[in-house]
């Protein structure tokens, strides 16, 4: 029997497949390698509740499994974009398949391997070992990437690809996702180009895309999408990264048929169900909403994956049926999730605006205010955030729509559309979820056109010649209404015409306080918005954080 080459007997090792002959066969193989640790399961829903909460070094996965929908590629994909499969682990597809298109799309996600069947053990062997010879040969990066110094980690890339290093390829595409995560979309964007120039690639280009995307350029992102999704049109990621950019155009119907294409072409994941489902939500197609909601739920409920958004949307959905047992689900599925880990405050926070909406449905009007009002005493708070702001919008819609109706309600729908409108997607989604009182959807309207005009007034000063009453102006507003569009324009024209304007230090120490105290209304926003970045590798460091002492690494130009 082959022998891996390295002492690997105290590794963990998971086989998933299907046909409990051929798992026999795989775990016999590898405690005969010397793993002494070899679990297995038979089901996508058991790999990836173990994977999601246990570390291993090597996994072997079957693509298709007997009376189910969801693939191992599907497994994989929903894995490595919500940031669940640490570097270390080796993963291996089997398959019966042969084409070009399976081994290419395997190859995309980063895979460590990919063996057909029938194999010899020998080429198990093989494929496990050349897999772990790669993860020693970036061991420096790795081992950067988990003490949080991803600037140092993102230049030994740099120098691995410029070097034409083994493994040159995938070290340039951790380099430019370290450089993303830098928030240094410009220099990652040259990566990719690199990339891209030495070969093309599916993945670097769906990188320059993200790298647009997140320098603010998302009409330009939308454009390299669109050649990369002619190309393949079966390219998942690349419509996750579209749906996003369309989003944040404010083109919410093609963002809505572009969540919709993700989920059809990979029907088993959960992230792109929520996304789908979410966005349906906001555009006012419930029942698309309530069918993928559901099934998010169905897939997912107990996945690291799930976003629990998810169970506050169907609330309303059964809420505005008058379904009580669809309710009391949700009100049901959130003390589950409480109880296996009732450390989770945003977990907690989402399941009050549920439980309000069960007293509301039963009638307990009093205490369903309290509630309400008590949320209402939260918005000042610089934790507070764009969802939660959403759901209280909802929730005040759906009082007013069974005729109660708090005194204060005016003057919070102002406060809460003056703070959140801070781009034309954002504006959409709180108009979106006040849709159950049109009144209130016409105050989010007006509020959000009364922030444009402080903007424009304010930046009519500065092209009059006067930056600093400009500056003074967004301070006015910003302080007013704490929205992170005001904020970041004072702190754009006092940077643009710092010397035109003086001494300002204390106008800066102003910005800098007001930015702090908007920081949850500044975070990107989108359905099902989560850890996850489409089209990019794992970085998962169980909570390291990036240094920031390290010196900037400068990406590769091409040449």
């Not at 790298?211 to 992102?221: E, F, H, I, K, Y």
């Not at 996750?240 to 059809?264: I, N, P």
């Not at 909601?293 to 976003?307: C, E, P, V, Y």
Request: aromatic fraction near 6%.
């Amino acid at each position: 029997m082959a022998q891996l080459l390295e002492d690997i007997s105290n590794t963990r090792a998971l086989v998933v497949e299907g046909n409990p002959a051929m798992r026999s066969i795989l775990v016999s193989q590898l405690k005969d390698f010397g793993i002494r640790t070899v679990m297995q399961c038979g089901r996508i829903a058991d790999a990836r509740r173990m994977l999601e909460f246990q570390s291993f070094d090597f996994v072997l996965c079957e693509q298709h499994f007997p009376m189910e929908s969801a693939t191992g590629q599907d497994l994989l994909n929903d894995l490595r974009r919500n940031q669940l499969l640490p570097f270390s682990t080796v993963f291996v597809m089997i398959t019966g398949e042969a084409t070009y298109a399976k081994v290419a799309d395997a190859a995309e996600s980063a895979l460590d391997g990919y063996l057909l069947k029938p194999h010899k053990p020998s080429q198990l062997s093989e494929r496990l070992q050349q897999a772990r010879i790669r993860k020693a040969a970036l061991q420096e990066i790795f081992s950067a990437i988990e003490e949080g110094d991803f600037a140092r980690a993102a230049k030994l890339c740099i120098a691995r690809f410029e070097a034409r290093n083994a493994y040159w390829l995938y070290a340039a595409r951790i380099g430019a996702e370290l450089l993303l995560r830098l928030d240094q979309p410009t220099q990652a964007q040259r990566l990719y180009e690199a990339v891209i120039q030495a070969k093309t690639l599916p993945w670097a280009k769906l990188g320059v895309a993200r790298s647009m995307l997140d320098g603010g350029q998302p009409a330009a992102a939308v454009s390299t999408l669109e050649n990369l999704i002619t190309e393949d049109p079966t390219y998942a990621d690349a419509y996750d990264v579209m749906g996003r950019a369309q989003f944040e155009l404010g083109k919410f119907e093609e963002a809505l048929a572009t969540y919709r294409m993700a989920s059809q072409l990979t029907p088993a994941s959960i992230g792109r169900l929520q996304s789908f489902g979410m966005m349906s939500f906001y555009a006012g197609k419930l029942e698309d909403a309530d069918r993928a909601l559901q099934r998010t739920a169905f897939l997912g409920l107990d996945s690291k994956i799930f976003d629990c958004q998810v169970l506050v949307l169907s609330a309303f959905m059964t809420f505005g049926r008058n379904e009580q047992k669809g309710l009391q689900r949700c009100v049901n599925d959130f003390e589950r999730l409480l109880e296996r880990d009732p450390g989770q405050e945003r977990t907690r926070r989402l399941s009050k605006v549920v439980q309000t909406l069960s007293l509301i449905h039963h009638h307990q009007i009093a205490q369903s205010l309290v509630s309400v009002r008590a949320m209402i005493g939260e918005i000042r708070l610089p934790e507070f955030d764009f969802e939660s702001a959403s759901n209280l919008v909802a929730l005040l819609a759906q009082l007013a729509k069974r005729a109660i109706q708090l005194e204060e309600v005016y003057s919070v729908i102002d406060r809460l559309a003056l703070r959140f409108c801070s781009s034309r997607a954002m504006s959409e989604l709180l108009i979106g979820a006040a849709k159950a009182h049109p009144e209130y959807a016409d105050r989010v309207r007006t509020c959000s056109a009364k922030i444009l005009k402080y903007a424009e007034y304010a930046m009519s000063l500065s092209l009059k010649g006067d930056p600093a009453a400009a500056v003074k102006e967004l301070l006015l507003r910003g302080e007013e209404t704490l929205n992170i569009k005001l904020v970041e324009s004072a702190f754009s024209v006092l940077d643009r015409y710092s010397d035109k304007i003086g001494d300002t230090t204390e106008l800066k120490s102003q910005v800098e306080a007001l930015r702090l105290r908007c920081a949850a209304s500044k975070a990107r926003v989108g359905p099902g918005e989560g850890p996850r970045k489409a089209g990019g590798l794992t970085l998962r460091v169980d909570g390291a954080a990036p240094k920031k002492s390290a010196p900037e690494p400068q990406a590769a130009t091409g040449n």
